[in-house]
């Protein structure tokens, strides 16, 4: 399959919108591009990779440098139609042959791969992971595994022609990782310096769930291997200040889990922490009271008659009841002012939190936020 047909298959199925190539897609294409220049002296137009999954992706080349022994080529990521933060950056690889006496003195945070024949490293722009529990080691670059073996599998050929004396150093550097990880979950997971490579298939999907969720995954790795035994999920901004304010969290016990509440729960049954605050709106809490694990709109709704049943809970008369049944939105609701209803909205989202997690070692306790920040309701044991 070729990059033509990869957009053509998303088509067919139905879907207007474009896939794109991932970060380590984008480096072993550069990597590739580099690598071929240091043999044939000058630099392909473009070249192809093929990805984890046998699709064949061509990639133009962008930007090329040289110098005495190294060449260097970047490739322009096309996220497609996916909001991924790195779309339009330049992912670049300079690639140089170096004697085996002399590799471990070529950087401090350097990876060998295929019995030393490839060394990577991480370049301007590229994180070195600094926290335990990530599927990196501490110290060495960003480059998750997936991408890694693609570096290797995409330099195969050229790896297997070295001599016995040599390596490949392949250092990844993203001109603008830096700026850009300030945007990503990169902080809190103690990835310093830049961005991380990232893929296991090569392709973006768009408006992939896979890529939200594998980094609430990768935060509470990190928050068990950090030792935390408390951790707060949010659905965004608000709700997580309103979580610090409480309880004076680190940055590495906080999960950005946004909508993904339901996926975020069944990792946590799957990998334990002691103490969970999960926080978040009104509308949000209402949906995962009500039985949904996924809270983004487009996904699932506010019951505005089960809210009335959670209004007749609290204590509201018959007569209130109705007037929440009959509201357009659950904001319209909560300004109604109904005494104890964000507690009870609370309690209803802890026991699903709590169905959830199936008798997990893991203490629940909810948090309702207003937009300001403002803590309307809560429920724990």
């Known amino acids: 399959m070729t990059v033509e047909s990869v957009s ?30 240091l043999s044939a002296g000058d630099f392909a137009d473009a070249v192809e990779v093929v990805l984890p999954r046998g699709e064949r992706a061509r990639f133009a080349v962008a930007h090329t440098e040289r110098g005495d022994g190294w060449r260097l080529a970047g490739v322009v990521k096309d996220a497609g139609d996916d909001p991924d933060v790195t779309h339009g950056a330049l992912i670049c690889a ?26 990577l490293t991480a370049g301007e722009g590229v994180g070195v992971v600094t926290c335990p529990g990530l599927p990196v080691a501490v110290g060495e670059p960003a480059i998750n595994p997936g991408p890694r073996k693609l570096l290797a599998e995409t330099l195969s050929g050229h790896l297997a022609a070295l001599g016995r004396d040599k390596s490949l150093h392949v250092r990844i550097s993203v001109p603008d990782g830096a700026a850009l990880a300030k945007k990503t979950w990169n902080g809190r997971l103690g990835i310093e310096g830049g961005i991380s ?36 999920g949010s659905t965004g901004s608000v709700s997580e200040a309103a979580v610090r304010k409480l309880y004076g969290l680190p940055e590495t016990a906080l999960l950005d889990m946004g909508d993904f509440a339901g996926g975020m729960l069944k990792y946590l049954r799957q990998h334990p922490i002691p103490r969970l605050t999960l926080a978040g709106g009104f509308a949000k809490l209402t949906k995962l009271g009500q039985g949904a694990g996924d809270l983004h709109s487009a ?33 319209e609701v909560l300004s109604l002012g109904i005494e104890g209803l964000a507690s009870e909205v609370a309690r209803h989202a802890r026991a699903e939190s709590l169905r959830r997690l199936r008798g997990a070692a893991v203490s629940v306790e909810t948090v309702v936020v207003s937009r300001g920040g403002e803590v309307l309701g809560r429920a724990d044991e």
């Open 197 to 232: 490579i990232l893929g296991t298939t090569g392709i973006v999907r768009p408006y992939s769930c896979a890529a939200w969720i594998a980094s609430i995954h990768r935060g509470v790795d990190v928050a068990r291997a950090l030792g935390h035994s408390h951790v707060a």
């Open 299 to 331: 996904r699932s709704e506010v019951s505005l008659s089960w809210l009335s049943e959670r209004a007749r809970e609290s204590g509201a008369d018959d007569a209130t009841a109705e007037r929440v049944a009959g509201c357009r939105s659950a904001a």
């Open 8 to 37: 053509e298959s998303a088509a067919d199925s139905g879907s207007p919108l474009r896939t794109g190539w991932t970060t380590g897609a984008c480096a072993a294409a550069a990597a590739l591009a580099a690598t071929e220049a």
């Open 94 to 119: 300079r690639a140089e042959y170096v004697s085996r006496e002399t590799e471990t003195a070529t950087a401090a945070a350097m990876v060998s791969l295929c019995e030393g024949r490839l060394l």
